[in-house]
Nanobody, 117 residues
Framework: QVQLVESGGGLVQAGGSLRLSCAASGIIYSINRMAWYRQAPGKERELVASISRGGSTNYVDSVKGRFTISRDAAWKTVYLQMNSLKAEDTAVYYC???????????WGKGTQVTVSS
């Protein structure tokens, strides 16, 4: 059974930092991509950052220069370092893992990030 468990969310003041972690278990096939999405109340879920099998990273324009996605060498944990947080970053953040086999995708249950101004 594949499980993705996020942690590290919380309440911070604008300008502060948080580090989100996503621990993956039960994945027996090669991982193609790890990513973080977020969804704010009343808004659509958006891709925040991703890291590919080859190590390349992509970020939504609004977080470039502030957020950094990374993973451990075993591809079992993906992180999102969030610096200079803004009120607009307030959302539920979801971990996502895509596999090479069949293109399967798995989601975590999300962790709340709230930034006060």
């Amino acid at each position: 059974q594949v499980q993705l468990v996020e942690s590290g969310g919380g309440l911070v003041q604008a300008g502060g930092s948080l580090r989100l972690s996503c621990a993956a278990s039960g994945i027996i096939y090669s991982i193609n991509r790890m990513a973080w999405y977020r969804q704010a109340p009343g808004k659509e879920r958006e891709l925040v950052a991703s890291i590919s099998r080859g190590g390349s990273t992509n970020y939504v324009d609004s977080v470039k220069g502030r957020f950094t996605i990374s993973r451990d060498a075993a591809w079992k944990t993906v992180y999102l370092q969030m610096n200079s947080l803004k009120a607009e970053d307030t959302a539920v953040y979801y971990c996502n893992v895509g596999l090479t086999v069949r293109g399967d995708t798995f989601w975590g249950k999300g962790t709340q990030v709230t930034v006060s101004s």
